[in-house]
């Protein structure tokens, strides 16, 4: 019998002695006992009174295989500085009795273990999951710029000593964060995509009315490009088009973006739908003909692929590994509406231009195949497992 130890930044919340996970969350941990035996979850948790207080779609989860190691809840470094003493001591037994351990990075939590992982010489894989290098150049908050330098290094370490490392890109992030020769390497996608979600490429209406998709499931920055779409939607309206754009996610920045649309006049051009569960997610892109997605900081988004997934063109911008997914002509600075509305209105303005990008993209999305990434991800764990202590 083999234990796992993993930790995330992921969210866990306890009601009335129980645990729920998030979605994704309750995904996650399925992926590692298909190879492990046990597994330890060391992630934040939230104590709640209410069900109102859960995430939306938030699942149960009491799996006996699953054990939670509870560390005090905490949000942005202010905070963790308060609970950094009580975190650190709950750390110290995170790696007891366990056989190897997965670090998705970066996380607060995460690379608060390491220090653990050496001193009891537990053999660990990183998945990383995003690209703290680029985070930091989506924000003007000097704490949080900090906070991603010392993520940046953290995340150097991390892979440098570790026995395995994951990517989400296939080329990105191995330039920046570099590991050993002699450690196992892959890369995958975080992304959970069964084959009722694929959809088929499209092609366009006669009417051809522009209705734009944006997805992020928090609403709380600047650095997913929302103001980008509102301007680009201001700039297609004035140039004649039939538009509207929805938002999927939330967060508290949604009403200052409903102020923004206010102040462009766009409020009837635009909705904001909340957040979604995978089935309403498929629809809500099924809905859609156009994604855009100026982000100034990303690994590999999921939220294109799933866009691709459906036959959607999709613009966005040059970061992390999204020249990855695509090309170079469809790429745009975050701030840049102009290039934005200037694309958008080409694209539909060109039937075989439009069918082509949507095809190219619907093809190239089946590469992220739920059992072509379960293979990949299998092997990784795998690998952890044969090293791990008998």
Not at 37 to 63: F, G, H, M, W, Y
Not at 130 to 138: Q, R, S, V
Not at 219 to 235: Q, S
Request: charged residues 25%; proline residues 4%; glycine residues 4%.
């Amino acid at each position: 019998m083999k234990k796992l130890l993993l930790s995330c930044d992921e969210y866990a919340y306890f009601l009335d002695g129980h645990y729920f996970l998030s979605e994704f969350g309750f995904i996650l941990i399925q992926r590692y006992l298909n190879i492990f035996d046990k597994l330890r979850l060391a992630v934040r948790i939230k104590n709640i009174s209410t069900k109102e207080q859960l995430v939306k779609n938030a699942v149960l989860c009491e799996n006996e295989k699953v054990e939670f190691l509870p560390i005090p809840f905490f949000q942005g470094p202010v905070e963790y500085s308060k609970q950094y003493l009580k975190v650190k001591k709950v750390l110290r037994k995170a790696a007891d009795d366990c056989d190897a351990a997965v670090l998705r990075l970066p996380s607060t939590i995460a690379f608060a273990c390491l220090s653990t992982l050496f001193l009891k010489k537990i053999p660990y894989g990183v998945e990383i999951v995003a690209n703290p290098y680029e985070l930091k150049k989506g924000s003007n908050n000097i704490v949080y710029i900090a906070l991603m330098s010392v993520w940046h290094y953290q995340l150097k370490k991390a892979c440098r000593c570790a026995n395995a490392v994951s990517y989400v890109t296939k080329n990105n992030l191995q330039e920046l964060y570099p590991t050993s020769t002699h450690n196992y390497l892959t890369h995958y996608s975080s992304i959970e995509m069964d084959n009722s979600f694929f959809y088929r490429p499209r092609i366009l209406d006669s009417n051809k009315k522009i209705r734009i998709a944006h997805v992020s499931s928090q609403i709380k920055t600047h650095t997913k490009g929302h103001m980008t779409v509102l301007e680009t939607v201001r700039l297609l309206k004035d140039k004649g088009f039939d538009i509207k754009a929805r938002f999927a996610g939330e967060g508290e920045y949604t009403n200052f973006f409903t102020n923004k649309a206010k102040e462009l006049d766009i409020l009837e051009q635009i909705e904001f739908v909340g957040a979604l569960n995978r089935k309403e997610l498929n629809e809500f892109l099924k809905n859609s003909n156009i994604m855009i997605f100026p982000s100034t900081s990303e690994g590999l988004p999921r939220v294109l692929i799933e866009a691709m997934a459906t036959g959607l063109p999709c613009l966005s911008t040059p970061v992390g590994g999204i020249p990855e997914l695509l090309d170079d002509n469809l790429l745009f600075n975050p701030n840049d509406s102009v290039s934005f509305a200037n694309k958008t209105a080409e694209i539909f303005s060109n039937n075989e231009l439009y069918n082509q990008l949507s095809e190219q993209n619907y093809n190239r999305a089946l590469e992220f195949k739920k059992n072509t990434l379960d293979k990949k991800r299998d092997e990784f764990y795998n690998y952890l497992y044969k090293l791990s202590k008998d």
